[in-house]
């Protein structure tokens, strides 16, 4: 055989590696209805810790993946593919591949605390904090790597002190859009609660920034959001303190911000000074808030709100709520625990959007649900 022809060989052999290399990059790309299908959730049992799938037609766990160590899920991708990260050690960030279940580190992050991992088109995007040598310590952006290369590509920085946490961002698939917001402690002053918030949109076509919009007449403290069609829900947890506004008007608010002109009007204010919203979920199929309130003297649990009348339609008591998840057209998951007298029941609970109510629980020491990009 001559060299030309093993170098030919070679290089035909080199470029089908690369070619399945390539492909693997792209994860796996199941049809919408099987993603749709199918919830993943983080469970933590005696035998160890596991991902657990779920199928959202029977509410049931159909197969557990086992898992070393502790993760933090993050998003589903249209395509199905699962992004996570590791808690400790180091902020890696993972993608479960469900057609052929693996598991596959991606890239390690940047930052020193990680909020958010999502996929759009060919790109992975990691919400993360930074620390640096100044004043304040921290400061929050957006890590963007290229999924083929695994390169970081750029950070946008916000420019100020504030985790996005997973519940106080939101991702437009459809527009190519990043809603989220911070607080920056730069102006912050411990006498009159003065830390001056921002909402931030991030244009993912152009990774951009587009939108730096301040939000100091409400102090939102890391507020909680959602987007509806137009306009993007926050959850304001007490009015800055202004010189002419009186403290006992302090109490939690939902507000709404246009994406048309860019005016903020206060939706609805709650009577309690003493609740808290700690995240909120837009439903667009049945245009109704959930919101997760709690309050250690009174009402702790889901409410809901009604769009059109913007009045409170039902309230679901529980002892303590970790999070909402949407998984299916009209149904979303409630990981929450319910507390009579010294028994405590944990676990997913199943509600029905069309009704409000709770049909089925999911038992088991859950810590965390991907959000499906199909209903978000």
């Not at 796996?28 to 469970?43: F, I």
């Not at 993360?128 to 929050?140: A, D, F, G, L, N």
């Not at 049945?286 to 919101?291: G, N, V, W």
Request: net charge positive.
């Amino acid at each position: 055989m001559s060299k030309k022809s093993i170098v030919l060989i070679l290089a035909l052999v080199v470029g089908a590696l690369l070619y399945l290399c390539h492909r693997l990059d792209r994860g796996d790309n199941l049809p919408p209805q099987e993603v749709k299908k199918y919830a993943y959730a983080y469970l933590n049992t005696p035998l160890g810790n596991f991902l657990a799938k779920l199928d959202t037609s029977t509410d049931t766990i159909t197969k557990k993946y086992p898992i070393r160590g502790d993760i933090s899920l993050s998003t589903i991708d249209q395509k199905g593919n699962i992004y996570f990260k590791q808690a400790l050690p180091g902020n890696q960030a993972f993608v479960f591949y469900p057609q052929r279940e693996k598991f596959r580190k991606l890239v390690k992050a940047k930052g020193s605390l990680l909020s958010k991992i999502f996929r759009y088109k060919d790109k992975l995007y990691v919400l993360t904090v930074e620390q640096k040598r100044s004043t304040p310590p921290y400061q929050s952006g957006l890590d963007i790597y290229s999924l083929r290369s695994k390169r970081h590509l750029k950070t946008i920085f916000f420019d100020d002190f504030g985790a996005s946490t997973e519940k106080a961002c939101a991702i437009d698939y459809k527009r190519g859009l990043l809603y989220t917001n911070t607080i920056n402690l730069n102006s912050y002053n411990y006498s009159n609660d003065d830390g001056r918030t921002f909402l931030h949109i991030v244009d993912l076509n152009r990774d951009k920034r587009i939108t730096k919009q301040d939000l100091s007449t409400w102090t939102m403290w890391d507020g909680f959001l959602s987007y509806g069609n137009e306009e993007i829900f926050l959850a304001s947890w007490r009015k800055k303190y202004l010189k002419n506004d009186n403290k006992a008007n302090q109490r939690s608010a939902i507000l709404s911000y246009s994406l048309t002109n860019r005016n903020i009007t206060e939706k609805t204010r709650f009577k309690d000074k003493r609740e808290t919203i700690w995240q909120l979920y837009y439903d667009k199929d049945s245009a109704k808030l959930y919101l997760k309130v709690s309050n250690p003297y009174g009402f702790s649990g889901i409410r809901v709100i009604d769009c059109n009348t913007w009045k409170i339609s039902r309230e679901i008591p529980f002892w303590t709520v970790a999070g909402i998840t949407k998984v299916a057209a009209n149904k979303i998951y409630i990981e929450a625990i319910k507390k009579e007298g010294n028994n405590e029941t944990d676990g997913i609970y199943v509600l029905d959007t069309t009704t409000d109510q709770i049909t089925k629980l999911i038992k088991g020491n859950f810590m965390g649900i991907a959000q499906n990009a199909w209903y978000y």
